[in-house]
């Protein structure tokens, strides 16, 4: 009788714990532009676990190009080879710098390269 209801208890907060997991998930997904109902589901079946690696994954952002979700820092599409870097130039010249060495937009106040660490111009 005591062994059948703290199974229960135990199933319970169990189960209560991953929901809770689910719905901090779905602002997380969304700023990381993951899919927030996949995130939603695999935190319900894995709890803490897909909350850890819903928060250890890259942000993702569209290609202006293809639309294909690529990381933020990704220098080019890896569908439609679409320079990102070049679109980068383009769009906030005044805002950004570009590391010499890598090649990355590094905000226009940094003094080193974050990506690799080489000293700005």
């Known amino acids: 009788m005591i062994r059948d209801e703290l199974k229960s208890l135990v199933f319970t907060s169990i189960f209560l714990l991953n929901l809770f997991c689910s719905i901090i998930s779905l602002p997380v997904a969304?700023?990381?532009?993951?899919?927030?109902?996949?995130?939603?589901?695999?935190?319900?079946?894995?709890?803490?676990i897909g909350l850890v690696l819903l928060v250890l994954l890259p942000k993702l952002r569209p290609c202006p190009?293809?639309?294909?979700r690529i990381r933020q820092d990704a220098p080019l599409c890896y569908y439609c080879g679409y320079d990102m870097v070049e679109h980068l130039r383009?769009?906030?010249a005044d805002e950004y710098t570009y590391c010499s060495n890598c090649q990355r937009a590094v905000n226009k106040d940094a003094k080193t390269c974050p990506v690799c660490g080489e000293p700005l111009e």
Not at 30 to 48: D, N, Q
Not at 65 to 68: L, S, V, W
Request: hydrophobic content about 45%; some cysteine; glycine content about 12%.
């Open 90 to 92: 383009q769009r906030s």
């Open 65 to 68: 190009q293809c639309g294909t």
């Open 30 to 48: 969304y700023a990381k532009g993951r899919s927030m109902a996949a995130w939603f589901a695999a935190c319900i079946f894995l709890g803490v």
